[in-house]
């Protein structure tokens, strides 16, 4: 199923900051996300991810279908790699968190209090947790912020092995990971102030 | 549901969970106490009922911030909310957990405070009785107030400032059963109204807790 | 008209323009009225109306006291109305009207209380008493604060419109449980609320009836501040509105227009 969205506008403190945004999102596909900093993106994602509502506009196959990594992960420090992964599998009703450690190698990780892992492994360890999330759509803001470049390999391999089986990815990065898919520049879509004369109505 | 629940149980276990703050918070209160007032014990025993029940309450107002700040700061808020479980039935388990890690054992402990107080004898019973009923009502309102602070720096005196007037009733309920109890007097009529506003608060407050929730989330 | 275009009517003035032309062409009439009332209505009772035949002059604090609780408590009423609109419509002038309300309710609060302590001492020999009424209005005070705390802490005003109005529906409902738990807690040394019964006003019931003497001049000042209730929340909303279009400028300026 697609991901499909249409004439979207998104709200950030009641201001609007993205306008007219449209585009789909096909089963097997990455899109990249692109566009200058304080521009939205973030918004954008939380926004598809349903965690704010849009101020106009359509998202259509969203619905539970979406895995969102934002900047931070979600991680308890007092637990270990396993526990945490295993406490996000329950959440989502999965099972086997065997593919995630394998695939972003934290099998020697796995009884390591997660407080005690580098910020690169953290990292790792976050974007493992969309595996076992077994959702389609994973929607990821700036995952490879510290990561080195084995594991950007691998991160993008990830993707790659999950764009193999069908899903689906919305990224929001800087760095090209050499992924099958289309770039959305979204600075077109930046917001344009409403004239000042319905202002009232609009922002009132 | 289970999951988030082991998940907040185990946290608050293990180092700097902060389980025992509240137990710790409600020993200190309940030795300084006899400090302040003097030792006589009949005057002790005749405010041992009401300052049990407000150590009690002070104890489960110190826990609340960290009830979802941290889950806030790390990001496993946005992470829940993503997820399959409604959010009403995540506060639902937060003030579970809460209730596990603090209110239970304050009111275990309470009888070994009250001995510490010269609580009188019938009282005893009417003490665990009533906390047992009203701690759950505290951490289910304390999980409201949470969820309305939750993205605010520096919202734990806001915090307390919210929860105090919206823990009146309960208060007052609560430690008539405990006093009327010390007593020997009946105690029917606070005792249902304590378990009435219990059973309320958590068939209805969580769905507050939740529209907050969602809002702050935003 | 019909009543469904009545009520269109009355939406419209949720347009924050049509509500400052209208609140501004209507404010000279409800300040002059209401501070008339309020005069006319507190000379009356200070200097024409006889002592007390049990209480003397200090009976005269009533003129303040009671239109002053009873605005307390109505401000609270209003503010829970215009947070369901909020909440159900979501008109900004309503929660905004919610927000310039709460600090007017907090001083009718305090004037109760002050007022109350200074009834109660020579009457009952003590500034304070935990009587239920008079813990009723401590706790509404409460409520009060964590109101307005709540406003002044959030940085974006549709969140804090949202988080606020959930927070009068709850604190609403534990408000009245507080009056009820209070009254049970302690039966209290105040008198029954006997001004608005009918009983009262014909002197028909009982012996703490507010007689027709006092009554009327009462009457004048709880209309006066009624309508003094009214120009302020009509002016301070004026004030939010305006606050609110400055900050939407200044980030429509930040944004790049």
Redesign the interface.
């Given at each position: 199923m697609t991901l499909t969205v249409t004439d979207l506008s998104i709200t950030r403190?009641?201001?609007p900051?993205l306008e007219g945004l449209s585009f789909s999102l096909k089963a097997g596909k990455a899109l990249i996300l692109r566009g200058p900093n304080g521009i939205g993106k973030t918004t954008l994602l939380?926004t598809l991810?349903?965690?704010?509502?849009p101020l106009e506009g359509k998202i259509e196959g969203a619905e539970?279908r979406?895995?969102?990594a934002?900047?931070?992960?979600?991680?308890?420090p007092?637990?270990t790699v396993t526990?945490n992964l295993?406490?996000?599998a329950?959440?989502?009703?999965t099972n086997g968190i065997q593919t995630a450690l394998d695939t972003f190698d934290l099998n020697e990780l796995a009884d390591r209090h997660s407080g005690n892992l580098s910020a690169g492994q953290k990292r790792r360890l976050g974007l493992a947790?969309m595996l076992v999330?077994g959702r389609p759509i994973w929607m990821l803001d700036e995952p490879t912020v510290s990561l080195d470049k084995n594991a950007v390999q691998m991160f993008a391999d990830a993707v790659r092995a999950h764009l193999g089986q069908g899903g689906s990815a919305l990224i929001a990065t800087h760095i090209d990971l050499g992924l099958d898919g289309e770039v959305l520049d979204v600075g077109p879509n930046k917001?344009r102030?409403k004239p000042i004369d319905d202002?009232?109505?609009g922002?009132? | 549901m289970?999951?988030?629940l082991l998940?907040d149980l185990?946290?608050a276990f293990?180092?700097?969970?902060g389980f025992g703050l509240g137990l710790a918070f409600f020993l200190i209160v309940t030795v300084m106490i006899p400090f302040a007032v003097g030792p006589q014990s009949s005057l002790l025993s005749t405010i041992a009922p009401g300052v049990l029940w407000l150590g009690a309450l002070l104890a489960c107002l110190l826990s609340l911030d960290r009830l979802l700040a941290l889950?806030w700061?790390?990001?496993?808020l946005?992470?829940?909310?993503?997820?399959?479980?409604p959010l009403e039935s995540v506060v639902t388990i937060k003030a579970l957990a809460h209730w596990l890690t603090t209110g239970l054992p304050l009111v275990l402990a309470a009888p070994f405070f009250g001995v510490l107080l010269n609580l009188p004898v019938p009282g005893f019973f009417w003490l665990v009785i009533s906390l047992l009923i009203g701690t759950p009502a505290m951490s289910v309102i304390g999980t409201f107030g949470a969820a309305l602070t939750v993205g605010l720096k520096r919202g734990g005196l806001l915090l307390s400032l919210l929860v105090l007037p919206l823990y009146v009733p309960t208060l007052i309920f609560g430690a008539e059963v405990a006093r009327r109890g010390a007593t020997g007097m009946e105690v029917q009529t606070p005792l249902l109204m304590l378990a009435g506003i219990t059973a309320a608060t958590i068939a209805l407050l969580p769905f507050a807790s939740a529209t907050v929730l969602r809002i702050n989330?935003? | 008209m019909s009543i469904a275009a009545k009520a269109n009517a009355l939406w419209e003035y949720a347009?924050?323009?049509k509500f400052l032309a209208t609140s501004e062409r209507v404010l000279p009439f409800f300040w002059i009225v209401s501070i008339t009332c309020i005069v006319v209505g507190l000379v009356w009772g200070f200097f024409f109306t006889p002592d007390d035949y049990k209480q003397g002059s200090t009976v005269k604090i009533i003129y303040l006291h009671v239109p002053a609780a009873l605005m307390a408590i109505n401000c609270w009423l209003m503010m829970l109305a215009t947070s369901l609109v909020w909440l159900v419509r979501r008109h900004?002038?309503s929660a905004l009207a919610a927000r310039a309300a709460a600090p007017i309710g907090i001083v009718m609060t305090l004037i109760a209380l002050l007022t109350g302590a200074i009834w109660g001492q020579p009457m009952w020999g003590t500034w304070w008493a935990w009587d239920p009424r008079l813990t009723s209005f401590l706790i509404l005070f409460l409520f009060y604060l964590g109101y307005v705390a709540l406003w002044e802490a959030i940085?974006?005003?549709?969140t804090a419109a949202d988080l606020t109005s959930v927070l009068c529906l709850v604190g609403s409902v534990f408000a009245i449980l507080s009056r009820y738990a209070v009254n049970f807690w302690n039966q209290g040394l105040h008198q029954g609320a006997s001004v608005m019964r009918a009983g009262a006003v014909t002197g028909a019931d009982t012996e703490e009836k507010v007689s027709n003497i006092f009554f009327y001049p009462l009457l004048i000042c709880i209309i006066g501040f009624v309508l003094l209730f009214i120009a302020l929340v009509l002016y301070r909303t004026g004030t939010e509105?305006r606050a609110?279009?400055i900050k939407?400028l200044l980030?429509?300026e930040r944004?790049g227009?």
């Open positions: 403190g009641g201001i900051v939380r991810a349903g965690l704010q509502p539970d979406i895995a969102y934002s900047h931070s992960d979600g991680l308890k007092t637990l526990e295993t406490f996000w329950s959440v989502f009703g947790r999330t917001a102030p202002f009232d109505g922002f009132l | 289970i999951a988030l998940r185990k946290l293990r180092a700097g969970g889950d700061e790390d990001g496993s946005d992470l829940l909310a993503t997820a399959p479980l989330l935003r | 347009n924050p323009r900004h002038v940085e974006d005003p549709d509105i609110r279009r939407a980030a429509r944004v227009g």
